[in-house]
């Protein structure tokens, strides 16, 4: 029973360039969630996705951050015109559809994308 | 405004002994608390969870303590193994609020020596 998938693992980008990350949830899973990791620090939540829904994105930056997670395929994490700033290890989660319990619904971290912008 | 702390950025344990990692939260609307091991270079790894209705859950080697009074959770390890080694994360979140993220403390790194 294959986890979270994340790829790449390793992102290089140049200043100004745009960085993709992919995430799919594991089986069963239709819940999504990104979180940021900066150097020394915890895990940041950026949003929270169910298909084709963004359900929270509180922590997602007002400009040049989105994510999607279409009907079909992976979940995206999309930075446009990538600073310096940026670099981090980016994390996605999932979680099972929900049972009405939501307590029980925890999350499952996928090895995380590490992106370095020169 | 860090709602979940983790004062302790490192903690060292002889091996067989026990393991104590601390958690302290500020805000009141959390109802659910977990804890993470990661190692370098992985995503978190999801050990045990306590609900706000319990003061303790026990799973293995591993131990949650929730004392709500205190805004205060810890884990505990008994026995430590030298595989323990890792940074510990505690999360929490505020479900019953229909906030279903998580805000995770800055960790502590735990090296068990062998």
């Known amino acids: 029973n294959a986890g979270v998938m994340q790829n790449p693992r390793h992102l290089v980008r140049r200043r100004g360039q745009e960085a993709r990350l992919r995430c799919s949830p594991m089986?069963?899973?239709?819940?999504v969630y990104w979180y940021r990791q900066l150097p020394e620090e915890g895990l940041k939540f950026m949003v929270y996705l169910q298909k084709e829904n963004i359900i929270d994105e509180s922590g997602m930056p007002k400009e040049r951050f989105s994510a999607e997670f279409p009907k079909e395929g992976p979940s995206i994490l999309r930075i446009q015109q990538v600073v310096r700033g940026d670099s981090a290890a980016y994390f996605c989660?999932?979680?099972?559809?929900?049972?009405?319990?939501?307590?029980?619904?925890?999350?499952?971290f996928g090895p995380g994308t590490r992106l370095t912008v020169l | 405004d860090q709602q979940v702390k983790q004062n302790s950025p490192s903690l060292s344990v002889q091996e067989g002994r026990i393991s104590i990692l601390n958690c302290d939260y500020t805000n009141s609307m959390f109802d659910y608390f977990l804890w993470y091991k990661k190692y370098p270079a992985e995503g978190p790894t999801f050990l045990i969870s306590?609900?706000?209705?319990?003061d303790k859950n026990e799973d293995g080697r591993f131990t949650v303590f929730l004392n709500k009074s205190a805004k205060h959770l810890s884990l505990h390890i008994v026995p430590s193994q030298p595989g323990d080694s890792a940074v510990y994360f505690c999360a929490a979140s505020a479900i019953g609020s229909g906030t279903y993220k998580y805000i995770f403390g800055t960790g502590t790194r735990l090296k068990v020596l062998a």
């Open positions: 989660a999932s979680s099972p559809s929900s049972s009405g319990r939501a307590i029980t619904d925890t999350q499952y």
């Open positions: 306590i609900s706000s209705i319990k």
């Open positions: 089986k069963g899973h239709s819940h």
